[in-house]
């Protein structure tokens, strides 16, 4: 399973661009803070994640987020690589959130509204894959974990 939530801020305003082909891409950055405070100084470190999002998505992004706006995302995780323009010997390698849904996060001053507060990217169905019907409720269910231990506590978390 590829799933990846993030809840964070942007760094930047997304620009929105489309391809030759006029289908529109939006690339951004959410800085999302880091679970634990860093042990010898007490602050709470980030990281900052490259984020993707296409056609309708993009728009929707491009439109109502802007540099500092809290945002929700869920989507999947992509790798990729590349080779250095300069260095041709040189190779890029790169990770990156391909966006599924958005949806606005905090108060009125934070961009948020109490009603249609989400996007979600429409479905594409292939013929030849049987869809499941989705879940009756929205929630995530991960399965029972009452049999398990935890075995790393705050303390223990790496840095």
Same mark, same amino acid.
């Given at each position: 399973?590829? =799933?990846?939530?993030?809840?964070?801020?942007?760094?930047? %305003?997304p620009?929105?661009?489309?391809?030759?082909?006029?289908?529109?891409? $939006?690339? *951004?950055?959410?800085a999302? %803070?880091r679970?634990?405070?860093?042990?010898?100084?007490?602050e709470?470190?980030?990281?900052?994640?490259? $984020?993707?999002?296409? !056609?309708?998505?993009?728009?929707?992004?491009?439109?109502?987020?802007? !540099?500092? =706006?809290?945002?929700?995302?869920? &989507?999947?995780?992509?790798?990729?690589?590349?080779?250095? =323009?300069?260095?041709?010997?040189v190779?890029?390698?790169?990770? %990156?959130?391909?966006?599924? #849904?958005?949806? *606005?996060?905090?108060?009125?001053?934070? &961009?948020?509204?109490?009603?249609?507060?989400?996007?979600q990217?429409p479905?594409?169905?292939?013929?030849?894959?049987?869809?499941?019907?989705?879940?009756a #409720? %929205?929630?995530?269910?991960? &399965?029972?974990?009452?049999?398990?231990?935890?075995?790393? #506590?705050?303390?223990?978390?790496?840095?």
């Amino acid at each position: 399973m590829n =799933k990846v939530i993030l809840v964070g801020r942007l760094t930047a %305003d997304p620009e929105l661009r489309q391809t030759q082909s006029g289908v529109s891409s $939006c690339r *951004f950055t959410v800085a999302v %803070d880091r679970r634990f405070p860093d042990k010898s100084t007490g602050e709470r470190q980030a990281d900052f994640i490259t $984020c993707i999002a296409w !056609k309708q998505t993009a728009e929707f992004v491009s439109r109502y987020f802007n !540099k500092g =706006k809290m945002i929700a995302l869920e &989507g999947s995780l992509r790798t990729g690589k590349y080779q250095d =323009k300069n260095h041709p010997d040189v190779t890029h390698y790169t990770t %990156d959130v391909l966006v599924d #849904n958005v949806e *606005f996060v905090g108060g009125k001053n934070d &961009g948020g509204s109490q009603q249609n507060n989400t996007y979600q990217a429409p479905v594409q169905h292939q013929a030849a894959a049987p869809q499941q019907p989705a879940p009756a #409720n %929205d929630s995530m269910s991960y &399965g029972n974990f009452g049999e398990y231990e935890e075995l790393l #506590n705050e303390d223990e978390m790496p840095v």
